[in-house]
């Protein structure tokens, strides 16, 4: 029982909150409501969060040496030494192919070709990329665009490029900002926990930081005003959309500065104002695409 714990731990569960984004596009379609579109959706979250799992236990298996060094990660099961390494190899081989089931039951086969892209693209990034300065961190953004990929063409409802820059630029500003905030956090001993830290330094975080914010807030702007013209309301929800979005992208940048931001599903779980921007933008988005 207590290795069962550990793989559910060494899951990562609070990880699976990014899956949400297979959500984004049919939402923006406005076919939630739609059964069809609803499980559909649904089986494609939970074949990311599988795929998801199976990677971080390929990591934590891979880097269990260095997460031993780390002040926080040596208390992950693996590092710890509650799952044996193998353990972690063999489940971790086997949920890749349960992901891969489950993407196949919404019966569009770009589901799985999608979710098997995101598996192979993270299980290289584990590998190999994430030793590699840059490429590390647009390697992890690109999985938050296959997650926005992967809803969409499970209900077949297409996505403008204005839409694709937005996820693009938002996860590039919530990866680098992890980066900036773990070599604040680490110091000088950052190299031995993350080698791409190393060539990392404060100054270059910030300039991607404030080229990704503006990015994405711009990419926002014009597909709020592009899906408005669109849909032919007199509403201007999709414009008023705009202000919860701006908020939490000054108030993420502030927690940042803060010193906190090494891992963004606790900001997101503790931080009670960007979760009651994120409920504002939720329901201000969903009266643009429902109220006509």
Not at 222 to 235: K, P, Y
Request: charged share 15%; glycine share 8%.
């Amino acid at each position: 029982m207590r290795t069962l714990a550990g793989l559910v731990r060494s899951g990562r569960p609070k990880q699976w909150l990014k899956n949400v984004l297979v959500f984004a596009a049919p939402g923006a379609a406005g076919v939630l409501d739609e059964w069809d579109a609803l499980w559909r959706t649904l089986l494609t979250f939970v074949a990311f969060c599988l795929g998801a799992s199976a990677i971080y236990l390929w990591n934590d298996a891979l880097d269990v040496e260095a997460d031993r060094l780390h002040p926080t990660k040596r208390f992950r099961p693996i590092a710890a030494g509650v799952v044996p390494v193998r353990t972690a190899q063999v489940v971790g081989s086997l949920l890749p192919l349960a992901a891969l089931g489950v993407a196949a039951l919404t019966g569009r086969w770009k589901t799985v070709v999608v979710v098997a892209v995101y598996i192979a693209v993270v299980m290289l990034y584990s590998a190999w990329l994430k030793h590699v300065a840059v490429l590390d961190i647009v390697t992890v953004a690109s999985g938050f665009v296959l997650r926005a990929a992967g809803g969409a063409v499970a209900v077949d409802v297409p996505m403008s490029s204005w839409f694709i820059l937005v996820t693009v630029f938002g996860s590039l500003f919530i990866v680098s900002g992890k980066r900036y905030a773990e070599l604040r956090e680490i110091g000088e001993d950052a190299a031995a926990v993350r080698a791409t830290l190393a060539a990392y330094n404060l100054g270059y975080l910030r300039t991607v930081l404030a080229v990704s914010c503006g990015a994405a807030l711009l990419s926002y702007c014009q597909w709020a005003f592009e899906t408005r013209d669109q849909a032919e309301t007199n509403w201007p929800f999709y414009e008023l959309s705009i202000v919860p979005l701006l908020t939490a992208l000054l108030r993420y940048a502030l927690v940042l500065e803060q010193g906190r931001g090494a891992a963004p599903e606790d900001v997101f779980a503790s931080d009670r104002l960007l979760q009651l921007l994120g409920a504002a933008w939720v329901v201000v988005f969903g009266l643009a695409v429902y109220v006509r």
